[in-house]
């Protein structure tokens, strides 16, 4: 007759050795796949390495400076390209200065479209309770990402590679410690040479009051006919900034 008992104890046995040998199996495959990918026996050191490693390395750019540059230099042959790059760079550092301090006034030298899109993100943050940090801000690199002609206007697009310790929290909760990250950011600059032949997007540039926001129905209108507020009109025959993208995957 059967001990049941011990035949039991018997299975258990064999489910308990059968367990360690799945065990061990998928540990010894963990560790070849991490020595293959990593080159480290931990598949999470391996994992923390790489992350380490992403967030250290500079992001790449769309360069297409060799391409355009000539094609800028032949249309604006008094346009200095690399001064543009460099208030596109200290314009990037300056939005995000103001967006942490939550100061638009730390924003100068920048078109109203500008700084209508920088006062957006603020007050954003401010109706949703969140703080975001930029420790450290660094730029590896900007070029030229686009150069095209538009009916009325001219637009040329820098792209910049940009580090930074990133922090962003809930002001009711503790601020976490400030990650390093890489990200890029895109920055528009228009040229209006004839603003009745503008598309209706943008002609819609600058010709909002600063104040109120109601539109502007005139253009060269000096003043807001609902509130009086002075209005700044569309800079005709000058490089203006007038947009700033951020890339989606930080955010």
């Known amino acids: 007759m059967i001990n049941v008992g011990l035949l039991l104890l018997f299975l258990i046995l064999i489910l308990i050795i059968a367990a360690g040998m799945a065990v061990f199996y998928i540990k010894k495959q963990l560790t070849t796949v991490s020595r293959n990918a990593f080159g480290t026996d931990s598949f999470l050191e391996g994992v923390r390495q790489q992350e380490k490693i992403y967030a250290e390395t ?13 094609r800028i230099q032949r249309d604006f042959p008094e346009l200095s390209v690399p001064e543009m790059m460099q208030k596109s760079e200290n314009q990037i550092k300056a939005a995000l200065h103001a967006v942490e301090a939550q100061d638009l006034s730390l924003i100068a030298d920048a078109s109203e479209e500008f700084k209508k899109q920088i006062r957006l993100w603020i007050d954003e943050n401010k109706k949703q309770g969140i703080c975001e940090q930029f420790q ?3 730029i590896h690199k900007t070029a030229i990402s686009r150069y095209e002609k538009q009916a009325g206007c001219c637009i040329i697009k820098f792209q910049s590679a ?54 502007v129905s005139q253009v060269g209108a000096k003043f807001c006919e609902y509130c009086g507020s002075t209005v700044e009109p569309i800079n005709i025959r000058v490089w203006s900034l007038d947009q700033m993208d951020r890339d989606s995957d930080q955010y």
């Not at 890489?182 to 943008?202: A, F, G, I, N, S």
């Open 136 to 138: 450290n801000v660094h």
């Open 58 to 70: 500079p992001k790449s750019v769309a360069g297409m400076t060799s391409f355009y540059l000539p």
């Open 162 to 215: 940009v580090e930074y310790r990133y922090a962003k929290w809930n002001r009711n909760e503790e601020r976490p410690e400030p990650k390093m990250t890489q990200t890029r950011y895109d920055m528009e600059w228009v040229y209006v040479q004839d603003v009745e032949k503008l598309p209706k997007e943008k002609r819609a540039m600058g010709l909002n009051c600063p104040n109120c926001g109601a539109p």
